[in-house]
């Protein structure tokens, strides 16, 4: 039997006795027959505490079976195949989540790379445009990947048109974000404009405003008064965010200059970047700033 590792603290130790107890009677922690299992299922693409959850309890499992790998199948979500307006999930979130997982649990958790496996799921029905579903699985070395739900569909890559190719948070304030990192954000958009030599891109950045309802109790009384404003990012957040995401673009894969724009969106409530392919001589993709300054 492979050695375990020894365990911290009462919780890792009660977790891991649960990972343990999934296995079926009659195999041992290191069967060759032992069938996938599915540890759990999640929806959210941004880093997250719920996602941070989930990988924590997948590098217990790793940990407690040694010989295993990780699968996580990623599954695009499609509103209706059937809907008058479908909406599905955007190209570059499945590659941008894949290597925010891989980050956490090759860097953070220090787990050979072979060792966390992702898998293109397909499209299936049901779910929002911006979240998709996705299984994590644990499967002895030497078995077969997991298979993706029958009922999914391919995922087929558009090109030659304009089209929105990922949307996300630029700063994105919690304990997953240091793994949302320029090569997570960008290398999809990179590999797309790579594949298609007749496109340019466009990288729209949108700067913060808020609007504040401050309660006051004014003084000497028992009333209170209310005061109403925007608190916003400096004048031209927005192409400094669309200038940084560039800057990244083209020294980190090293797409020609030329071939990438900017635009300043404006504002939104919180500062966001939007990825464009656009065929060349195509038409330039407008902003959708919701917020006024």
Excluded at 74 to 92: D, E, H, I, K
Excluded at 96 to 117: G, I, M
Excluded at 215 to 221: E, P, Q, Y
Excluded at 249 to 259: A, K, V, W
């Amino acid at each position: 039997m492979a050695k375990r590792r020894p365990r911290v603290s009462f919780l890792n130790a009660a977790l891991t006795a649960v990972i343990l107890s999934m296995a079926p009677a009659g195999f041992s922690q290191t069967s060759d027959h032992a069938p996938p299992r599915l540890l759990d299922r999640y929806s959210s693409p941004e880093p997250s505490c719920q996602l941070a959850r989930t990988l924590d309890y997948l590098a217990d499992a790793l940990i407690a079976y040694e010989d295993d790998i990780a699968y996580v199948i990623v599954y695009r979500t499609y509103n209706s195949y059937t809907s008058s307006a479908p909406r599905q999930n955007l190209p570059g979130m499945f590659q941008r989540h894949s290597r925010v997982v891989k980050n956490y649990l090759v860097k953070e958790k220090h787990f050979a790379d072979d060792r966390v496996q992702i898998i293109d799921g397909g499209i299936i029905e049901g779910g929002m445009p911006d979240h998709f579903q996705a299984e994590v699985w644990l499967v002895p070395k030497g078995q077969p990947p997991p298979l993706p739900d029958e009922h999914a569909r391919p995922f087929i890559q558009q090109t030659n048109q304009r089209r929105l190719f990922d949307e996300y948070s630029y700063n994105p304030d919690n304990n997953m974000a240091e793994y949302f990192d320029p090569v997570a954000r960008l290398e999809g958009f990179a590999k797309t404009l790579g594949s298609e030599p007749n496109a340019v891109g466009y990288i729209i950045g949108y700067g913060k405003s808020l609007d504040i309802n401050e309660w006051r109790l004014v003084d000497g009384t028992n009333e209170y008064v209310t005061r109403e404003y925007q608190q916003s990012d400096s004048e031209g957040t927005g192409k400094e965010i669309a200038m940084a995401e560039r800057s990244s673009l083209l020294e980190l894969f090293g797409i020609d200059q030329s071939r990438v724009w900017v635009i300043d969106g404006g504002y939104r409530s919180s500062q966001m970047v939007e990825l464009w392919i656009v065929p060349t001589g195509g038409v330039a993709p407008k902003a959708t700033p919701t917020k006024a300054n």
